[in-house]
């Protein structure tokens, strides 16, 4: 998936108060899809990005802040602390409480949220205008002067141990996406979960909580991303009077050991309280910074999206030895996974899907796919990503990725006409390079007791 296959191209364009030049071609495509967005990318001194969109459809406003920093920028030994700051970013600050997010804003009817990736963390609320300046007010506080004390770090610990017990640990479907991770990856750090696991959990000191609060939570690794109803120049006073003051230094990322080829296939096999077998696939994949991301969208939509897709026909209606059947191609800032899941349908067996979808490559491999399919295939993914930002949370989440993966909010521009670019011979191509026995990690669930793992 390109980030949150991000197709659409935004019309009007200011960067930093200059606009941006386009061929007639993305002219042409900005106006047949309807979209003009004034987007307004500004900078502080400290390093800290702001982006901002004037949208005055609604009276509602989607304020977040981004993070560069994931479950991926963490130790080995200290996995989990990204994660764990998700909720104790919400334990108070010099200026507010605990509870001070849900006092001043959730009683007004905000939403607030949070959620952390591989590879940034997001804290986001959506409200009304007149909360806006109570909001710049709290994030911009617990940015500069978050309490991270002994007491902080023991509540919320036993929070995240519940909610790994619960989505991990006590669920199948989690079981098995942390076992395919770990069994695609082997140096890595997407190996490891985004939730941590516990006995690193458990060792966390206030000191490793400190030291990754300071290295990553300061305004040169954070951008702020505004969408709604609001004036931007009102709106970047307050700003610069929130976060302006704030010391700032020049952010680089540490290297990340790199995964060597996987040249053989890979296997695991779990038990567990299910009704029918379960089966997880992964093959090792590009990134979003790569080109054949593009095509190998369109390939995990012409087999894997809908009723229609080539698998389902093919798995689901004619074999019918399958529940469901659903693949994504997940190319995030490093290397990611064409991942597939299936549910099977009893009595039968894993093998037969394997065998099924090893079929399916193999079409498309020496046959390729049609015009007619990859067409259906680009409007699949322009409709979907369109109806996405069409929201001012939905918008702020594709501009804020965009920033996270490629350091520029305008990368996605050109999204659009690399996907209608694709040609049936890039589909096969990557159908060939990328889903090879070779390279295939299987995590199979089956009915029965966890003793027999």
């Not at 089966?279 to 910074?289: G, R």
Request: hydrophobic letters at 40%; one cysteine or more; glycine letters at 6%.
């Amino acid at each position: 998936m390109k980030v949150f296959q991000w197709i659409v191209i935004l019309g009007s364009i200011a960067i930093l108060g200059c606009s941006t030049a386009k061929s007639k071609k993305e002219q042409a495509e900005l106006s047949r899809l309807g979209l003009k967005i004034n987007l307004i990318h500004k900078k502080f001194d400290n390093g800290m990005n702001v982006l901002m969109v004037e949208d005055h459809t609604v009276p509602v406003i989607s304020y977040q802040t981004w993070v560069k920093a994931g479950s991926a920028d963490e130790t080995f030994g200290t996995t989990g602390v990204a994660h764990l700051f998700e909720h104790l970013m919400f334990k108070g600050s010099d200026k507010y409480g605990a509870r001070a997010f849900f006092n001043e804003l959730e009683a007004k009817g905000a939403s607030v949220n949070a959620y952390t990736t591989r590879d940034y963390t997001v804290y986001h609320e959506t409200f009304i205008p007149s909360l806006l300046t109570k909001v710049i007010d709290l994030e911009s506080d617990r940015l500069a002067s978050l309490k991270i004390n002994q007491e902080a770090l023991f509540t919320e610990r036993q929070v995240v141990f519940e909610e790994r017990r619960l989505r991990t640990e006590n669920s199948p479907d989690g079981r098995m996406q942390e076992a395919l991770w770990g069994l695609a990856y082997k140096a890595h750090p997407y190996r490891w979960p985004v939730i941590g696991y516990s006995e690193d959990l458990s060792r966390l000191t206030v000191e490793d909580l400190q030291a990754f609060f300071d290295r990553f939570y300061q305004p040169g690794n954070v951008t702020l991303v505004i969408v709604g109803d609001f004036d931007a120049k009102e709106t970047w006073d307050l700003l610069d009077v929130a976060y302006g003051w704030m010391p700032g230094k020049k952010f680089t990322k540490t290297p990340l050991s790199p995964e060597p080829e996987q040249k053989e296939e890979r296997r695991l096999k779990l038990r567990d309280q299910v009704a029918s077998t379960q089966v997880a696939i992964a093959y090792p994949v590009t990134s979003a910074h790569d080109e054949d991301t593009y095509a190998l969208d369109v390939l995990a939509n012409i087999l894997f999206q809908g009723a229609s897709s080539r698998a389902y026909q093919r798995i689901v209606e004619e074999k019918d030895i399958a529940l469901g059947v659903s693949g994504v191609a997940y190319t995030p800032m490093y290397p990611g996974l064409f991942m597939i899941n299936a549910v099977m349908k009893r009595p039968h067996t894993d093998k037969e899907l394997e065998r099924e979808l090893e079929l399916l490559y193999r079409e498309v491999q020496s046959n390729g796919v049609t015009d007619e399919e990859i067409e259906t295939a680009v409007r699949q993914l322009t409709v979907q990503t369109v109806d996405s930002v069409r929201t001012s949370h939905g918008l702020g989440t594709l501009l804020g990725t965009v920033m996270m993966i490629f350091n520029d909010p305008y990368r996605y521009q050109s999204d659009l006409s690399k996907y209608q670019r694709v040609k049936k011979e890039d589909v096969k191509r990557v159908a060939a390079k990328y889903l090879l026995p070779t390279k295939k990690n299987v995590v199979t669930l089956m009915p029965g007791s966890r003793a027999g793992d």
